[in-house]
């Protein structure tokens, strides 16, 4: 498990090799379990299985299996803890290995709770661990790792895949409530460069507050929607077209948010376009964060992780342009398919040989 | 003040009954030539150049070829006129332009001005209205090159421009020493957006990134979340806010701190992440500081990354988002301090304002090259830090009756400034010894002395010009000025810069200056230069029979006894008002017996057996007996040992010191009576140069250039600094590079008691640097 500020992220492997003996050896709790978690693909209101990124047919610790990606809030919690209680899971004689702030913040709560030993890992070492053992499976079907090819070219963009064998030295952005931006030097050398507080957290805290919305899928649809241009000073409105003295084109954002100081503007925007503004103002953020962060460390490959990505392709493309125009084309934006579970699965991958 | 408030700042209209304080706000337009406007989203800045005309006294020695009679003073005192250059620079709120401009139209005389340079978002809006109104054809200048420019010329110009801002500390306000190089350094202009530029040189600069998240995001996101429409209420919600009901802390995460990261449980993880994840209201006051938060904080962020890429130390922010707001200036510093653990400082600076204005100004005046000469802030009549509170809103201001405007005047001097050649490290070098913004207690008192001594000054300022009936009207409001000054400070102690000895006391110069007091004790000095001439000869020939050693200390007695006369200590002044017999003799008495506060004698009369020194040079303080009793007897047993003199003396008067022109004419005078002084003067053994200054007090790092010329060809290896004013006020703690005395007598018991002594306590300070600091 990987409990962060917004998002729990659980990754559960399933033996698919399991004999006829083991099966009655099996107690009936975890059965119950399995059958729970595989048959269905929605938890409650708000757990759900990401069945698109199941990976099939893994070899972990001489099990065959699957490996199963399930996400929910986590505010939610104390309703899984209960359930956890309910369906016996401190019977399996397992560890359960969890990273993220909330395996410190709600250790006691899992003891005292649900029974459950947490086995508490780093997250950023679990993130990189999961990072770099996901790319090694993943060898059939959609490629863990693309890029988006002629960013600055709407007509012509598109993802490709991206081979990642020899990744280091490597800029890891992790976008989730707040984002954390690792150099990755090899398997074990690596440090946190810095971070920022305006994050995916910042996008849905905004939205929330300017739109009324309440979910990042709904916060999404409508920045889809929406335009940011009227919401955001751009620099042609300010010099009428490109600031050439400094090389600044016409459409770059001069102030985010900028028309807003003035009433009728204000009147006048939709909940969809300043959903759209709020997006577009935190992925530029940390796009021009990352690309000092990857002059600074001399790093030219910069992989973009993190739930905030989450079917966010708008986001995407953005840091993809503005890496590329910003850097002349020096730096590339890389994303992988199973964004926001990498700490979960680094997480798992400590489990103590189970066997 | 003949003004009415209540102009609707939201449009641009005002209320046209508004009259303004022609004395007070563009002050002599009559000879102004080349304007230049910076007009900015709400404020706007003018600035022309004019000339003062000032009375100076003069003083003209007397034809002596004429058989003198007794009581006749040796040189006449005429007052006359002399023109000055001076920078004005106005700044008001965009509401009242059309009054202003119809004002300046009305008055504007004699000018040759064809074009006003225009810079700033609104200089466009504003063209036709300025071409119409004042007939000026407006020319566009780069807002970008102006904002460099002005920040250049104040960073070189204007001391204890810059500073660190610290919320919590007894000062708020760290004012940074002025750096003889400026360059290169980072300007972060948060307007709207975010400009980072990197400065190289005068005309060397790029814009080496930005961010479109800044004041115009706080302000118009802050607008969206808390329906609070100006600027400055969002601030002011904001510094009530809490910003950790809105923001997701590392705590929350956590439940403590990321111990193996070292990331606090304090720290913002995610801004806005509880509104988020929380169904519930937040209040607008929450909300503008966790929004005030994350934008300081991502700026601050972006600074830091830029500093280290481009390896620069020096980090000054300005723009509207900064402008004297408080609140800002310490959520910057913060952001700064965390992500660089201390090793950048935020600056910022006391005219951030008037940069774009300046520039544009600079950009007019090329061909006059203002780089050739050295400036001045005119005290008297520039407003200060803070002089429009930004949290004082419309309403407020309206009631207060006070038109909402800051000035800076700056004085052209016609020299060149420098440092003295013979400081041992320029750069660290600081004149004052007490800085009265961080000395609460040093604050009260000198305070309330110089308002004590107002009505003395006031008093000596009437008596000075009784030929001239309305000379009490003008020291009337000269009282009103310095006492409203005195004032400020005591509420705004970092008004000018630190606040020192010295700047009260120039403070009190420039105002005097201001209501045409140019020297109101010129005839003071006059009468007592006569009457200690009159003993001068008396005085060489006591000493003359005295044994070496004996003369040595009557020498320098005598020299510490002269400087008991001085006008510019209550406890004195009252003396001699009191008391005009009062005299050498009876000053000598006063003094305190050896050994003396601090006593260094013994180690000077060592020296004195040794080899003489080659050159000395002498910082000169009081006219009358100090410099005629106390400091010709002195100097002259230096000449006679073989060591040259240079005496250094005011350019301008100031209190009672003795200027260059007086001290001319009284070396004059006592080379017709004594061959030892006549030789020295014909052999340039004896030279006297100007300081180029007009203070009491002493900056060594503001010097004549001429000066610093004559030290350095005549290879000085001797600095004297006599006086409160040059020697305990100013440089008491000044390294030299070569052997140096200062000497004072401490005629303020308060302050002479702060040194663990009594009123007329002596310092006779000799120091002589180790032999490694004299190698560098």
Redesign the interface.
Known sequence: MDI???LVKLVYFEPKDITAEEEQEEVESLKSIRRYLTSHTAYGKTGIRDVHLELSDLILWGRKGNLHFIRF???ELPAFLLMGRDKHFSSLHTTLCAT???A???EDDFRTMANLQLLKL?E?DCLIKGVMYIYSVVSSGPPECYYFEHPTDPERCEQKAYNLEDPYPLLLVNI???VSILAVYSKDNYK?V?G???????F???????TGC?TFEEALAMATEGESTC???LVRD?YGGDYE??G?PGW??????????C?EK?DSVSKED?ARATLV?IT??IG??TR??A??ENIERVVFVGNFLRVNTLSMKLLSYALDYWSKGQLKALFLRHEGYFGAVGALLELPNPS | MALCGGADRGSHSMDKSITLPPDEIFRNLENAKRFAIDIGGSLTKLAYYSTVQHQVAKVRSFDHSAKETDGDPLYEISVQEEITARLHFIKFENAYIETCLDFIKDHLVNTETKVIKATGGGAHKFKDLIEKKLKLKVDKEDEMTCLIKGCNFVLKNIPHEAFVYAKHADSEFRFQNTHPDIFPYMLINIGSGVSIVKVEAEDKFERIGGSSIGGGTFWGLGALLTKTKRFDELLQLASKGQHTNVDMLVKDIYGGAYGSLGLTGDLIASSFGKSATTDKEFSKEDMAKSLLHMISNDIGQLACLYAKLHNLTRVYFGGFFIRGHPVTMHTITYSINFFTKGEVQALFLRHEGYLGAIGAFLKGAEEDNPNQYSWEENYAGSSGLMSVSPELNPVQRARSGTFPFDMLEMDRLERQLVNLPLLQDATSYIPDTVDLTEDALAREYWLYCFEEALDGVVKRAIASQKDQPEAVERAEKFRQKYRHKLQTLRHQPFAYGSLTVRSLLDTREHCLNEFNFPDPYSKIKQKENDMALKYYLKVVKSVEELSWEQRQFTLAKGLLAGNVFDWGAKAVSDVLESDPEFGFEQAKQQLQERPWLVDAYNQWIERLKGPPHKCALFFVDNSGIDIILGVFPFIRELLIRGTEVVLASNSGPALNDVTNSELQILTERIAAMDPVIHAALREDRLALVQNGSSSPCLDLSRLDKVLATVIRERGTDLVIIEGMGRAIHTNYYAMLSCESLKLAVIKNSWLAERLGGKIFSVVFKYEVPSKAQEQH
Not at chain 1, 204 to 210: A, E, H, K, N, S
């Open positions: 962060g500020g917004t809030p986590t505010h993220g702030g909330g410190f913040k709600y780093d950023l989730g409530s707040g946190r810095t920022t507080s305006l994050g995916g957290g910042t849905l805290g905004l939205c929330c507050l300017l309440s919401v955001d000073k300010i003295r400094f600044l770059a954002v001069a102030s985010s948010f900028g028309n807003m100081i009433k204000r300043l103002t530029n953020n021009s964060i000092m962060c002059l600074n």
